[in-house]
């Protein structure tokens, strides 16, 4: 059980910090190149879709994938939002938090049922 535990705690974060770097970046290619703020949600909602794949893929071993990757999945998707939220001084759940949410976990689900397949060093 505390094997689940910690390998959901490290995938989350892994999700988390891997989500940061890409909105860093995003961001900084946002101010050099004049993009329309129209695409940054969605670009967003990619980068959190990799991130929580990443994070999955590396750490997620063993079995009940799917359980596994739920719970990071979400993890990931709640934390991100709240840093996020906090950043841009705006935090509101919507309808879209809720979608965000159906995202993360299926992202989860299917990287978890993935990793705990995959051989570890193949």
């Known amino acids: 059980m505390r094997k689940h535990i910690f390998q959901i705690i490290k995938a989350a974060a892994a999700a988390i910090i891997i989500s940061l770097l890409f909105v860093l970046i995003f961001t900084l ?3 050099l190149f004049s993009l329309p703020t ?3 949600k969605p ?3 990619v980068f959190k879709i990799i991130a929580v ?3 999955g893929l590396i750490f997620i071993r063993g079995d009940k994938g799917l359980l596994k990757g739920v719970i990071y999945g979400l993890i990931a998707v709640v934390v991100t939002y709240l840093l996020f939220g906090l950043i841009a001084h705006s935090l ?3 309808w879209k ?3 965000e ?3 993360g976990a299926a992202a989860g689900a299917i990287t978890g049922v993935i990793a ?3 051989k570890k060093g193949a």
């Open 29 to 31: 290619i946002i101010q």
């Open 38 to 40: 129209g695409a940054v």
């Open 43 to 45: 670009v967003n909602q």
């Open 53 to 55: 794949a990443v994070g």
């Open 92 to 94: 509101s759940i919507s």
């Open 97 to 99: 938090f809720a979608l």
């Open 101 to 103: 949410l159906l995202i």
């Open 116 to 118: 705990v397949n995959v």
